[in-house]
């Protein structure tokens, strides 16, 4: 079982055998915006003294990634300069961060002047360190996104797959989710379909041939 970026999923159930394969259940976090829905959004954050108020601003300032493989934190952005008539080089600079907390950071300290953050892990940091809320600031929300898949290895055994989605979709069902899951803001689990992916599926291919992009 696997936790990931819809981009690597996708990727994965494109090769002719795939080794992977939608588990049916997706996590819901608390976020008045999500109505109960299992999607999230992607926060553009700058410094809270930049001049910037939108993503135009950004033309020749640094930009913070936290993976190559990133919906939340890359490829939005690409699809954003995409859909301008832009590329990479609309940016002085880009640093791969290895997180989206190392984003944060960057950006705080001020070696990058922005990034793209889940709104999830932003919610969570905001909460631990509420310390940067006087130190960044969001310009633009982008969303909703179909949450990250949850992922089983295709050849698990059929009943294990089931009992697997009966665990997941049972957390928060008839009783708060745990502690231990309630406090990184997690509601419970919701079933979802392969189509529920679908769009963002449509959208990362048309980035990649507009911008002859592939990890």
């Known amino acids: ?15 002719e055998d795939p ?3 939608l588990l049916p259940a997706a996590p819901v976090f608390r976020d008045g915006r999500a109505s109960g829905r299992p999607i999230y959004f992607s926060e553009l954050v700058v410094r809270s003294d930049s001049p910037a108020r939108s993503f135009q601003d950004l033309r020749g300032r640094s930009w913070a990634y936290n993976d190559p493989c990133s919906l939340s934190g890359y490829y939005n952005m690409l699809k954003k300069l995409s859909e301008m008539g832009e590329d ?9 961060s290895g997180s989206h907390l190392n984003s944060m950071q960057m950006v705080a300290r001020g070696e990058v002047d922005a990034a793209a953050i889940d ?5 969570i940091k905001l909460r631990s360190a509420p310390e940067l ?28 797959k089931v009992r697997l989605l009966a665990a997941l979709l049972a ?7 745990p502690p231990a899951l309630a406090g990184f803001g997690l509601q419970r689990f919701a079933p979802v379909t392969y189509g529920d992916y679908a769009s963002e ?9 507009a911008l002859g992009i592939r990890p």
Do not use: K
């Open 171 to 177: 957390i928060g069902e008839d009783a708060p989710a």
């Open 19 to 21: 080794p992977v394969e």
């Open 1 to 15: 079982v696997g936790f990931m970026c819809a981009p690597a999923f996708f990727w994965l159930r494109e090769l």
């Open 133 to 160: 809320r006087g130190r960044l600031r969001v310009i633009e929300t982008w969303g909703p996104f179909p949450i990250q898949p949850v992922v089983l290895r295709s050849g698990l055994h059929p009943r294990l």
């Open 88 to 96: 990479g080089r609309f940016f002085r600079r880009m640093i791969c």
């Open 119 to 123: 709104s999830n892990v932003l919610g």
């Open 201 to 209: 599926r449509v959208a990362l291919s048309r980035c990649e041939r």
